[in-house]
């Protein structure tokens, strides 16, 4: 049954993907927002092919600025859609975000089980409690963060995905706490991670952060 409606879901914002109006979201948004006083700068905009698969570009660029995920994992995640090569910048972010509610929702489901299943010590469980917590909220934040970037409002979406990222780092933290103790959420914790660095990327370009104000 949660299948089904999962199902919907999919259906859903690959529709809403679908709606996404293409024009006026170029595929160079970097172009707009230079000059980029960033001491780490992005690369350089200018050679930003527009011409070779968006998937790819983006990819490769977000992999460049990021140290948890790899282009292999961008590429071969939001390629289960086949719609995101059509898909926009902005589009590809909400692929991304997609895919994390899917993910998320499945972890709600192993957590539940993993709970019921009597294996766990107490320290556990209450880890496995507070982890429970945070993917529910986790699944309303990532659907909040796709309204968000449907009303491209791309500051609040960042302020949903920094909340998603932080509590699902502190699940993870909360198993070895006062004890030497892999997560059993290692996997599903670095995959949401991952998908959410590709959409905070995403935004970084839309709409970068402020430059503070040098007077
Ligand atoms: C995109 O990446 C895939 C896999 O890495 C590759 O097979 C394909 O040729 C690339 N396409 C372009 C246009 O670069
Ligand atoms: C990503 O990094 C590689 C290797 O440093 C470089 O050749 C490539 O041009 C970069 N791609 C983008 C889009 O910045
Ligand atoms: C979670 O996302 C990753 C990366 O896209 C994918 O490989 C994995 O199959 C997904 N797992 C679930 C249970 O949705």
């Not at 059509?86 to 709600?108: M, R």
């Not at 986790?138 to 009303?151: D, H, I, P, Q, T």
Request: net charge neutral.
């Amino acid at each position: 049954m949660l299948h089904s409606s999962l199902f919907s879901i999919s259906c859903c914002f690959i529709f809403l993907i679908i709606l996404i109006p293409q024009h006026n979201s170029s595929p160079l948004p970097l172009l707009i927002h230079r000059p980029d006083p960033d001491p780490n700068p992005n690369p350089n905009p200018e050679h930003f092919p527009v011409s070779v698969d968006l998937l790819n570009t983006t990819c490769e660029l977000c992999a460049n600025a990021s140290s948890t995920f790899s282009y292999k994992f961008c590429v071969s995640s939001l390629q289960r859609l086949p719609i995101s090569h059509a898909a926009s910048f902005q589009g590809l972010a909400i692929v991304a975000l997609e895919l994390a509610v899917e993910n998320a929702s499945n972890t709600v489901l192993k957590i539940a089980n993993m709970m019921n299943s009597g294996t766990f010590d107490h320290h556990d469980m209450s880890c496995l409690e507070d982890c429970m917590e945070t993917y529910s909220h986790s699944v309303a934040s990532l659907l909040n963060a796709v309204g968000a970037f449907m009303a491209r409002q791309y500051n609040v979406a960042n302020t949903w995905m920094s909340q998603v990222t932080k509590g699902i780092r502190r699940c993870e933290q909360g198993f070895s706490r006062g004890r030497k103790e892999t997560s059993p959420l290692k996997k599903q914790n670095y995959n949401i991670l991952q998908l959410s660095d590709i959409v905070l990327c995403i935004i970084q370009f839309l709409e970068p952060p402020t430059p503070p104000r040098s007077s």
